[in-house]
């Protein structure tokens, strides 16, 4: 309904003072046909419904964050429940033992000695020269046995547990002729200093130590060389500095991603690692180590399932007092285990590949650790890599069977670049 003057005009005039409406003959703009009617409440359904479904969507995606995140809880509550379930287990057994010790040599069980003199064979001068660097960054300072000209490209030894640079005597022989040989007694060994806290023995830190003593040394590239917990470390360096590692060599160490995946798949070397759970506890470990006068430390290298082979080369008397001497001083066992009480926290690596050519050689013998980790390791390499399995050998590779430990590793050497080309 519209004012007269705003529609059609009226053929008689309206009243004076009245104003006059009609209906107006055209349908209004602000009507809706049934059409443009139906459109809109057909476009206000569909808003609806992609609203409802925006928010669909976003709750299945937050209950999917969680069921992840619970998920990976649960896993991480089951990894430590199954790390610390197994250090009871293990401790039980050790209790046993040590209950059984007392039953059997009640006097002796509780006796050792600290060694207060060095062997004559830690003197020896045809195996180098005793030196010691201080680095700056740590403040710590590190004991190493060098031979060989200086200038020549540098091949650094890892020692592993329960070691020192003394396990690479026949290397340091061998291999003084074309290069600059050194032995490192690792943070916490032989006369290298003994951090006092658990923490400083964390996987980065002994990772560095390598890098600053390389550079101290006044290289920036070497040829790593390492064993057991030195096999771990030198995977590490390799991984982390692929600039610094012309070569690698690793004697029995898996690559660290293969240990933590074939231990948690295969009992069998989960229960061949046990003493990894076992030395996660306080004190007790060392003990179990000192008693009978560190006889547990001896039947590592001269028993039958853990010790050199029948072909091997076995310890001498003096060699074994020179390992007690060394594990024997004040804080020594600490330091050493305080390695693995910072195993389980770096799992699992940011990196893993490894860009330098490897040698892996595996004691056939070795009663800590399977030979089917040894080939998964190809897997992590992004070069050349040579696997070699040593018949009879145990886990003391480079003592046990130091004549073709030296011998692979010289054939590795000389393939590829020649070592002019690592020269500084």
């Given at each position: 309904i519209l004012p007269a003057h705003t529609g059609e005009q009226s053929r008689e005039p309206p009243p004076s003072g009245q104003r006059h409406y009609h209906v107006c003959s055209h349908p209004s703009r602000h009507a809706l046909n049934p059409?443009?009617?139906?459109a809109r409440?057909?476009?206000t359904s569909r808003r609806s419904r992609s609203c409802s479904n925006v928010k669909m969507a976003?709750?299945?995606h937050n209950l999917l964050l969680l069921s992840v995140w619970l998920a990976l809880k649960l896993r991480l509550l089951g990894y430590w429940a199954c790390v610390y379930g197994y250090c009871a287990l293990c401790t039980t057994t050790a209790l046993l033992r040590l209950w059984w010790n007392i039953l059997l040599r009640p006097s002796t069980t509780f006796q050792w000695a600290v060694r207060e003199t060095p062997p004559s064979c830690l003197s020896d001068?045809?195996?180098?020269t005793h030196c010691y660097v201080r680095i700056k960054e740590s403040g710590l300072r590190f004991h190493y046995v060098a031979a060989g000209e200086r200038g020549k490209p540098l091949m650094l030894f890892l020692h592993g547990f329960p070691e020192f640079w003394f396990s690479w005597r026949h290397q340091l022989r061998e291999f003084k002729s074309e290069f600059r040989v050194v032995a490192v007694d690792m943070r916490g060994y032989g006369e290298s200093d003994l951090p006092p806290?658990?923490?400083c023995y964390r996987l980065d830190y002994l990772v560095t130590d390598v890098k600053d003593i390389v550079e101290y040394l006044g290289y920036n590239r070497c040829f790593l060389v390492g064993h057991d917990w030195g096999g771990i470390i030198a995977w590490l360096c390799a991984i982390h500095y692929p600039e610094m590692v012309a070569k690698?060599?690793?004697l029995n160490s898996p690559h660290p991603c293969v240990f933590a995946d074939y231990a948690l798949r295969h009992p069998s070397q989960m229960l061949k690692s046990s003493y990894f759970f076992f030395f996660q506890l306080p004190r007790f470990p060392e003990l179990m180590l000192s008693i009978n006068d560190f006889k547990a430390l001896k039947s590592l290298f001269t028993s039958r399932s853990t010790g050199i082979g029948r072909k091997g080369r076995w310890l001498t008397t003096e060699e074994l007092e020179a390992y007690l001497y060394a594990l024997s001083q004040p804080g020594a066992l600490t330091a050493?285990?305080?390695?693995f009480r910072n195993v389980f926290s770096f799992l699992p690596l940011s990196q893993s590949e490894v860009r330098s050519p490897v040698l892996l050689l595996w004691g056939e013998r070795d009663a800590f650790l399977e030979q089917d980790m040894a080939e998964a390791c190809r897997l992590y390499i992004r070069n050349h890599f040579r696997l070699n399995i040593i018949s009879g050998a145990s886990h003391w590779l480079q003592q046990d069977q130091p004549d073709i430990v030296n011998t692979l590793i010289w054939t590795f050497l000389k393939e590829g670049e020649g070592r002019k080309n690592y020269r500084n």
């Open positions: 059409s443009r009617k139906a409440l057909a476009e976003r709750l299945l001068t045809s195996l180098g806290s658990t923490e690698l060599v690793v050493a285990l305080n390695y």
